[in-house]
């Protein structure tokens, strides 16, 4: 027989593994990408709908001022339009129509040149901002006009004198010129002025097989 040393007699060593570093776990305490770049995205997006709002009161003084008067006539018990078959209510919202869409397209192309680039949040933004700019125009015309207490103001002229009606807007659609004019505008703009991608070189082979492969110089 022959003699074995003690040695011989263990297993075989195992190679040596490096033992992997422990994963830290990021996924909780990680800010998700691009935290601050949309953070600084709506802070702009608000002052820009708050701007364009403010322009609004624009629109009402160029609405009074511009827009057609109705003109109204009374007599000792009741009040009636000197022309019946008038069209100046129409052309007070044709007037207020064309307004919106001239200032939805200023504003619009004021913010490209300020910011050039688009983006969903800017696109809401002068939406939001054309539409609260309409109604504070809407109201600010109103207000500068005539007073809409037709009965006083018949009493104040006395009978038989025509004197102006209130001004009005009879089509609530046209609160919706300046927005969509906006919107319009900032994507047309962004489309043909706006920054572009980077193009690839040289052609793209499309791959079917599922694998990578480089493009073809």
Do not use: C
């Given at each position: 027989?022959?003699?074995?040393?003690?040695?011989?007699?263990?297993?075989?060593?195992?190679?040596?593994?490096?033992?992997?570093?422990?994963?830290?776990?990021?996924?909780?305490?990680?800010?998700?990408?691009?935290?601050?770049?949309?953070?600084?995205?709506?802070?702009?997006?608000?002052?820009?709908?708050?701007?364009?709002?403010?322009?609004?009161?624009?629109?009402?003084?160029?609405?009074?001022?511009?827009?057609?008067?109705?003109?109204?006539?009374?007599?000792?018990?009741?009040?009636?339009?000197?022309?019946?078959?008038?069209?100046?209510?129409?052309?007070?919202d044709g007037t207020f129509v064309l307004l919106a869409l001239g200032l939805g397209v200023v504003t619009a192309a004021v913010v490209f040149l300020?910011?050039?680039?688009?983006?969903?949040?800017?696109?809401?933004?002068?939406?939001?901002?054309?539409?609260?700019?309409?109604?504070?125009?809407?109201?600010?015309?109103?207000?500068?006009?005539?007073?809409?207490?037709?009965?006083?103001?018949?009493?104040?002229?006395?009978?038989?004198?025509?004197?102006?009606?209130?001004?009005?807007?009879?089509?609530?659609?046209?609160?919706?010129a300046w927005p969509i004019a906006g919107m319009l505008t900032q994507i047309a703009l962004t489309g043909l002025f706006g920054p572009r991608d980077?193009?690839?070189?040289?052609?793209?082979?499309?791959?079917?097989?599922?694998?990578?492969?480089?493009?073809?110089?």
């Amino acid at each position: 027989m022959t003699a074995q040393t003690p040695h011989e007699n263990q297993p075989p060593e195992e190679p040596h593994r490096p033992q992997a570093a422990p994963v830290e776990d990021h996924g909780a305490a990680a800010e998700p990408d691009g935290g601050p770049e949309f953070a600084r995205e709506l802070r702009e997006g608000v002052l820009i709908a708050l701007a364009v709002a403010v322009s609004g009161v624009l629109l009402g003084v160029l609405w009074a001022w511009l827009a057609p008067r109705v003109p109204l006539i009374a007599d000792t018990h009741n009040v009636y339009l000197k022309n019946t078959e008038g069209e100046e209510a129409i052309g007070a919202d044709g007037t207020f129509v064309l307004l919106a869409l001239g200032l939805g397209v200023v504003t619009a192309a004021v913010v490209f040149l300020v910011r050039r680039r688009g983006g969903i949040p800017l696109v809401v933004s002068l939406a939001l901002g054309g539409l609260l700019g309409a109604v504070l125009g809407w109201l600010t015309g109103m207000w500068l006009g005539p007073t809409p207490d037709v009965v006083a103001h018949a009493k104040q002229v006395g009978a038989g004198v025509v004197f102006d009606g209130p001004l009005r807007l009879q089509a609530k659609g046209a609160l919706l010129a300046w927005p969509i004019a906006g919107m319009l505008t900032q994507i047309a703009l962004t489309g043909l002025f706006g920054p572009r991608d980077p193009e690839l070189d040289g052609p793209v082979v499309p791959d079917w097989s599922g694998h990578h492969q480089p493009p073809v110089d």
